[in-house]
């Protein structure tokens, strides 16, 4: 039988994640340096969520964590009053109590028999010394400070599902109420939303709620509304259909074959129109329910804030930790491999990168290292740079240790750049370290940063500079639930290729020699056909001309040859069958439009199979020869459709509401091309192509019009306005737009 305040439970967990994760917040200001008002107030919090936490762990019959809650506060008390440090032992067992309360709810929660909590209370009740506020000067150095006791990497997260919700203000009422176990639990602001009830033996009950706004569920509710409209309306498209098919059996009349024609015109053009509609009220439902998986990268800090703290103190260095971009948003899955990858890379700066104090003050840097995570988003995708101010790497001492370990032979590791030893340190098992301690010396650091990070179709690349540094730089998708994706058939299989890595397709003849090179941004590379890098049967009919897609990842570009081009996709990815895990360039697998199974591929894995080279003049190529393109559509979810598809492709793109605006931001800042939808309110498509035709500046300016609709009438009023080419929204559903868009370009 459930426990009858499940779902307040549920909540109960919630918010326990985040007090205790403010918490650690507050313990690690308390080992700062800091003003002794500002002191009183990182206990205060302390002790304001221990005692949150004691009344709800009463009022849900939790006796041992109402009395540890109790203990840790009656604890703190000497400290309170001293305004001095806490005593070490003290931190250490609160540190402690944090990363055993929430398996001890998740536990009762999931109807099991929590684990004991009275070791912890027998440690708050012992006696703790007060540590007095040093006096010497912040530019002092500090004594030698005993090492604490080892962590695993996993409680240093605190929480096992991140939150997007700070801790309440002062004052709010957060005592959990019961709720109906059909709705969500809602307190106005924010609604937890849950699973339902996990079955006995589930470890992490907590791990499957989210805490949304209101008014977001409200918003989703509402693109759900429009949805079941349209479905309405495709209800009525098929009763016309039935409606013509009565008609058809019960015989036509002698003009039978025109209506007939007349009214499957009619059938196809709403059916067209429906489509459209659907298709935008999709994209704008799915965008909400991204926006739910969405998490921002500051949800990441205060875990890797502690994991800094706890590892320092550990090998008795100091270090700070600055941030910039964490509003940027990821998918929760992305979220969960970047939090692993980064608590590896700040170990691995701590150890490796950062000297001791005396070293560094010998070299004129601050005693205390410094740490930098920075995020943005970069063409779809989002770029992490986590950087340090140590030694950077020792690129004779990797040499050496790469001939040791037998990464490399001698004649091998002579003949390495800088660039190929960086490459060695994310082998499995490779390691610098000369001896293994707790932290370090086993060589799986790295290799399983790049192990999290593919996992979730991500890369990661190191740059270092001897004295100043070593910074990684993290490429990940933002959301991992769909993506845009050019689909290409070989050797009759369908294959998608993410759109992010797309940089260039063209048709190639045959040379003399079978198949040709191809030249991009000044690079001439060799094709290979994908069939053979997959293994896959060679095909039965060669052609003269061949598709060509030159793909990059990082500094390698590889030119691949298909067999056709099928067009872009917005496809939704789904995890490949565990039987096929074996094949590393299958990333994730899609359905397509006609119920045919895709699978997407990896880039990177293509590239170590082709066995690609890096080529140093790839590095710019996106920022070489970018043509600006303006979209104008009053469609926000088309807009950011087309700025999408476009970005990827390497355009830099401006977008526009109307016909005005972008005729604005035309004058202002000047385009290569003009993508316009036709029906828009203020000025229209077609008065927008009017307008700039008639502009002499503009004369010869591409500019393609978007419509759902598809008549020779259309065709016709387009063409007479000057549209230098027509695109239907089923046309640009097969992507044809880039094609288009490229042909248009060529012609400059």
């Not at 055993?100 to 440690?123: F, K, T, Y």
């Not at 991500?458 to 990940?476: H, I, K």
């Not at 003849?509 to 191809?518: C, K, T």
């Not at 496809?571 to 397509?592: D, M, N, W």
Request: glycine letters at 6%.
């Amino acid at each position: 039988m459930a426990h009858p305040l499940h779902q307040v439970l549920v909540l109960f967990a919630t918010e326990v994640r985040e007090q205790l994760q403010d918490m650690g917040e507050a313990l690690i200001q308390l080992d700062a340096e800091l003003p002794e008002p500002e002191r009183k107030k990182a206990l205060q919090r302390v002790a304001r969520h221990a005692h949150t936490m004691k009344g709800n762990a009463g009022s849900l019959g939790l006796p041992e964590l109402e009395t540890l809650m109790h203990a840790l506060e009656a604890a703190l008390e000497p400290s309170k009053k001293s305004g001095g440090r806490l005593p070490r032992s003290l931190s250490q067992t609160i540190l402690q109590a944090l990363d055993a309360v929430p398996a001890h709810v998740d536990a009762v929660i999931a109807e099991q028999a929590p684990s004991s909590l009275r070791a912890l209370i027998a440690a708050f009740e012992a006696p703790h010394a007060p540590t007095p506020v040093p006096q010497p000067p912040p530019s002092a150095p500090d004594a030698p400070r005993p090492s604490a006791p080892e962590f695993m990497a996993e409680s240093l997260s605190l929480a096992s599902a991140p939150s997007v919700v700070r801790p309440p203000p002062d004052g709010e009422d957060r005592t959990p109420t019961p709720a109906s176990k059909d709705t969500p639990v809602s307190s106005g602001k924010s609604v937890v939303m849950t699973r339902p009830r996990p079955s006995r033996g589930d470890a992490a009950p907590a791990a499957d709620t989210l805490r949304v706004s209101a008014t977001r569920v409200a918003t989703l509710d509402q693109k759900l509304e429009e949805l079941r409209e349209v479905r309405g309306t495709m209800d009525h498209r098929a009763d016309e259909v039935r409606q013509l098919v009565q008609r058809v059996d019960a015989g036509l009349e002698a003009d039978g074959l025109k209506l007939l024609r007349d009214a499957l015109r009619a059938l196809y053009r709403g059916l067209s129109a429906d489509s459209a509609e659907l298709t935008a009220r999709l994209t704008e439902a799915t965008e909400e329910v991204r926006a739910i998986r969405m998490l921002p990268v500051a949800t990441l800090m205060p875990g890797l804030r502690r994991g800094i703290w706890e590892h320092t103190r550990q090998v008795g260095k100091r270090a700070e930790l600055t941030a910039a971009g964490t509003d940027l948003s990821l998918d929760r899955r992305v979220v969960d491999e970047v939090k692993e990858a980064l608590l590896h890379l700040s170990r691995n700066a701590i150890d490796h990168g950062l000297e001791d104090e005396q070293r560094r003050q010998a070299l004129g840097k601050p005693p205390v290292g410094h740490l930098h995570l920075s995020a943005e988003a970069r063409h779809g995708r989002a770029v992490l740079s986590f950087s340090d101010d140590g030694a950077g790497v020792d690129v004779e001492r990797v040499r050496e240790a790469a001939v040791l370990r037998g990464e490399l032979s001698v004649e091998a590791a002579k003949s390495a750049t800088a660039a190929q030893l960086y490459e060695v340190l994310f082998s499995p098992g490779f390691s610098t370290a000369q001896q293994v301690t707790k932290t370090s010396g086993r060589g799986v650091g790295l290799n399983v940063v790049r192990e999290n990070l593919t996992r979730v179709g991500g890369m990661v690349r190191l740059e270092s500079t001897p004295g100043q540094g070593t910074r990684f730089v993290l490429d990940v998708p933002l959301s991992v639930a769909s993506a845009q994706a050019l689909v290409v058939e070989a050797s009759a299989h369908r294959l998608a290729l993410p759109l992010t890595n797309v940089v260039a397709s063209q048709l190639a003849g045959l040379s003399a020699a079978g198949l040709p090179s191809v030249e991009v941004s000044g690079v001439v590379l060799p094709v290979r056909t994908l069939s053979s890098i997959l293994r896959l049967p060679p095909p039965v009919a060669p052609k003269r001309l061949v598709p060509v897609v030159v793909l990059r990842a990082q500094d390698r570009l590889l030119a691949v040859a298909v067999d056709a081009i099928l067009g872009e996709r917005d496809v939704v990815l789904r995890p490949i069958p565990k039987e096929l895990g074996r094949f590393p360039a299958l990333s994730s697998a899609t359905q397509l439009g006609d119920g045919r199974l895709a699978f997407v591929l990896a880039p990177r894995a293509l590239m170590d199979l082709a066995g690609a080279e890096r080529v140093s003049a790839a590095q710019p190529f996106a920022e070489q020869g970018r043509r600006r393109v303006i979209v104008c559509d009053d469609s926000l979810t088309t807009r950011t459709l087309h700025r999408q598809v476009l970005e990827s492709a390497g355009f830099e793109v401006d977008v526009a509401p109307d016909g005005e605006e972008a005729y604005r931001l035309l004058r202002e800042r000047g385009a290569d091309l003009v993508v316009s939808d036709v029906r828009m309110p203020r000025l229209d498509g077609l008065g927008l192509t009017r307008r700039i035709r008639q502009d002499t500046r503009f004369a010869g300016l591409p500019l393609i019009l978007i419509s759902s609709a598809d008549t020779e009438d259309d065709r016709k009023r387009a063409e007479d306005a000057g549209a230098s080419a027509y695109v239907t929204k089923q046309s640009y559903q097969r992507g044809e737009l880039l094609v288009i868009a490229r042909r248009l370009l060529e012609r400059l």
